[in-house]
């Protein structure tokens, strides 16, 4: 991945993150590697990628068992945040969290939207 590209994924980060109500937003490779992340201080954007892996593959493997066909989205509700994992392409995960009061709707429809802007920006990678 080139320099560039980081630049424009590290952009499209920051900005996603200013919205109202997103605490963090990572990019991660399918293999659970941070690619580009604005986290907390107190968040490990390593952690962050394996973890947010491990639960979309896990929920790909489920949703394939019982539903023949992949997962759209992993959302754990917790009681403060919320954390969203959705495919950004066949390359990548996008990862989201977000304040308990953010509504789910408009939440999801901005998240599809980032992931599309992601898949577009790593399909020349």
Known sequence: MTQDILEELMELIISFNSKKGIEAVAVTSRGGVNLAS????????????????????????????????????????????????????????LVVLASENTALGPLFVDINALAHQVEELLAGC
């Open 38 to 93: 604005s986290v907390p201080p107190k968040t490990s954007p390593d952690t962050l990628a394996a973890m947010s892996s491990a639960l979309q593959n896990a929920a790909d493997i489920l949703t394939e068992h019982v539903n023949y066909s992949s997962a759209e989205r992993v959302v754990i509700e917790c009681e403060r945040s919320k954390i969203v994992i959705v495919s950004a392409g066949l390359k990548a995960l």
